[in-house]
């Protein structure tokens, strides 16, 4: 495992981190498969990744509700003796917060179901610009003072999906800020904070960690001819998800990526490429360039992730495999198949047109995208019955 140090904190982080919010699970998302998810852990641990992130809805049954994530983490960390071994970072509700006295009542919560005295790192939850203007009105930054002087937090920091500029206005109000979490991969690097928010965060020696690093595995599934005649051209033979992870550790300006797990086999092969001093050479970017350029001329579909923060629907729609289904049906332009998967996974009433246009899931929306105008969109393309295609 290679490592480097997160910023200001001083702290040394593995440079890939596991993230909790695609545990393996038995069907619903808030029903951890504990025994499967513990070995991923042991694994991860045994074989040096030292930061852990979770948050507050990670496995939950209710739209940005309390979730499974932190008390499984919570558990499998005290039955093992691990807490101190490990660096553990959990997110603030920010949307959830109605008055001052919530910032307190979420965070007690959570360190009741991490089962620890104290937070690594606490990050405010994907914040948006008017989430921040109303966590600050609130006195946000009076309760991180709290919460660092007295020790239950050591580092704060917060989540963004937000434009840069913003991400610097937030940034520039709180000298204590130590990290930011933000979305990059090689598909993103002028969307949200992009490269230049990465820059910005190098220079001002703010921990850098990036989410969504395969772009919700937009980059390493289904992946389209054009794509894969790029990568076979290249002088050195890379797995997608070995260009993707590569592309990242390679920058100077990225200190950890947190990949989202959901099997041994994806933790056993991460961690091989993060202990491997691979060179993205001059003539590797080229490639990942051209690559971006087929990824964003051949795709007419919208920019989920798949992070499923949508997710539960009130009533029932399968927000991510809806999107899902429709966007792979346009990256691959075989309409059929996909067709096949979207009627015969998605039950009728989670299809695209339960959506009743209730609007409860935008706020969540970590890529801004109006769901219920995509979801129209699916409905439209795939129509109420396979007969047609
Ligand atoms: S707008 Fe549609 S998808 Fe979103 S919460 Fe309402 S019913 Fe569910
Ligand atoms: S619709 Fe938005 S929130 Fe839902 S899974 Fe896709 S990107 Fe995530």
């Not at 992009?194 to 820059?199: E, F, K, P, S, T």
């Not at 910005?200 to 919700?216: D, T, V």
């Not at 054009?226 to 100077?252: F, G």
Request: aromatic share 12%; proline share 4%.
């Amino acid at each position: 495992m290679i490592y480097n140090t997160l910023g200001k904190t001083g702290l040394e982080v593995s440079r890939l981190g596991f993230g909790t919010m695609r545990l393996p699970t038995f069907g619903s998302n808030a029903e951890i498969n504990e025994e499967e998810a513990s070995k991923m852990l042991e694994y991860g641990i045994e074989n040096g990744i030292n930061i852990f992130d979770t948050a507050y809805p990670y496995h939950s049954d209710i739209l940005g509700g309390s979730g499974n994530a932190e008390p499984f983490l919570g558990n499998f960390l005290k039955e093992n003796s691990l807490r101190d071994e490990i660096i553990l970072q959990t997110k603030s509700p920010s949307w959830a917060i109605e008055e001052k006295g919530d910032f307190e009542f979420f965070l007690n919560e959570q360190l009741e179901k991490l089962q620890t005295d104290y937070i690594d790192i606490y990050l405010l939850h994907s914040l948006t610009a008017p989430g921040w203007s109303h966590v600050n009105s609130l006195g946000v930054l009076d309760f991180l003072d709290d919460c660092l002087s007295s020790g239950v937090v050591k580092h704060v920091g917060f989540s963004s999906h937000m434009e840069i500029d913003y991400m610097i206005e937030i940034l520039d109000e709180y000298p204590k800020w130590e990290v930011v979490l933000t979305q990059m991969n090689y598909l993103d690097e002028y969307y949200q904070t992009g490269v230049m928010g990465l820059n910005y965060l190098k220079a001002n020696n703010i921990g850098s960690m990036i989410m969504e690093p395969l772009r919700g595995g937009r980059l390493v599934n289904n992946i389209p001819e054009e794509v894969k005649s790029w990568w076979e051209i290249a002088e050195v033979k890379r797995t997608p998800v070995e260009w993707a992870l590569q592309y990242l550790w390679n920058r100077d300006d990225v200190d950890c990526v947190f990949s989202g797990m959901t099997s041994l086999e994806q933790v056993k092969e991460n961690i091989k490429y993060a202990s491997n001093e691979d060179i993205i050479n001059d003539y590797d970017q080229e490639i990942i360039r051209e690559v971006a350029r087929q990824y964003k001329s051949t795709s007419l579909g919208n920019d989920c992730t798949r992070c499923g923060y949508c997710m539960p629907c009130p009533e029932g729609v399968d927000i991510v495999n809806c999107l899902t289904e429709y966007n792979i049906a346009q990256m691959l332009r075989d309409p059929k198949a996909s067709a096949m998967q979207y009627f015969s996974l998605i039950p009728e009433d989670s299809r695209a047109d339960s959506c009743v246009g209730c609007e409860k899931c935008l706020p969540f929306c970590t890529q801004m995208l109006n769901i219920p105008e995509e979801l129209q969109k699916v409905y439209e393309f795939f129509g109420s019955e396979f007969d047609h295609f």
